[in-house]
């Protein structure tokens, strides 16, 4: 059965205090890994994509990761506005039809 | 170019009622899918509609139904609503449909449908 486990659940950092979130996931036929940003009351805000193990993508402070069975998320520097939660999704299966499953997320929150 | 809106943005309805909220995708955008965001589950895929036909469906009862019409603007339908139908209702669109590429989503904000 496909599955996306995030860890840890919560996590807290002082700001500057450099981390990673974890993503792993087992599912056939993946197609993309996505992580997304919400913030409480909002949708998901998309930040990246990754389609094969060794890829990366970087946005500011934020630098995502895959391997063949988990990707991370590294936060370098954190600020409090970093502070949401982050989601994990995989898309696998039939090529074209959405199948997404998403992770039941990190949230992060960044001390001052 | 603007987001993914959804009204309306908070919905209280009582058990055995039933509830349609809508959604308009990013300019441009074919695909539509929604999802039911609660603390317990997350995020779980409702349905997918691409060109007005519906693509892909979860594992969702068929009390939750959808549509979508030529101009790509969608809509769901909850009928008989049950308590455990409270949750943050998300629409995402995508640009196409059939190719690696188009796979990423853009969420709206959500409807927050409370059933009393």
Known sequence: EDQVTQSPEALRLQEGESSSLNCSYTVSGLRGLFWYRQDPGKGPEFLFTLYSAGEEKEKERLKATLTKKESFLHITAPKPEDSATYLCAVQAGQTGANNLFFGTGTRLTVIP | ?116
């Not at chain 2, 509609?49 to 009390?63: A, L």
């Not at chain 2, 549509?67 to 009928?79: A, G, P, T």
Request: hydrophobic share 25%; proline share 4%.
């Open chain 2, 1 to 116: 170019k603007a987001g993914v809106t959804q009204t309306p943005r908070y919905l209280i309805k009582t058990r055995g009622q039933q509830v349609t909220l809508s959604c308009s995708p990013i300019s441009g955008h074919r695909s539509v899918s929604w999802y039911q965001q609660t603390p317990g589950q997350g995020l779980q895929f409702l349905f997918e509609y691409f060109s007005e036909t519906q693509r892909n469906k979860g594992n969702f009862p068929g009390r939750f139904s959808g549509r979508q019409f030529s101009n790509s603007r969608s809509e769901m339908n909850v009928s008989t609503l049950e308590l455990g139908d409270s949750a943050l209702y998300l629409c995402a669109s995508r640009n196409n449909f059939g190719t690696a590429s188009s796979y990423e989503q853009y969420f709206g904000p959500g409807t927050r449908l409370t059933v009393t």
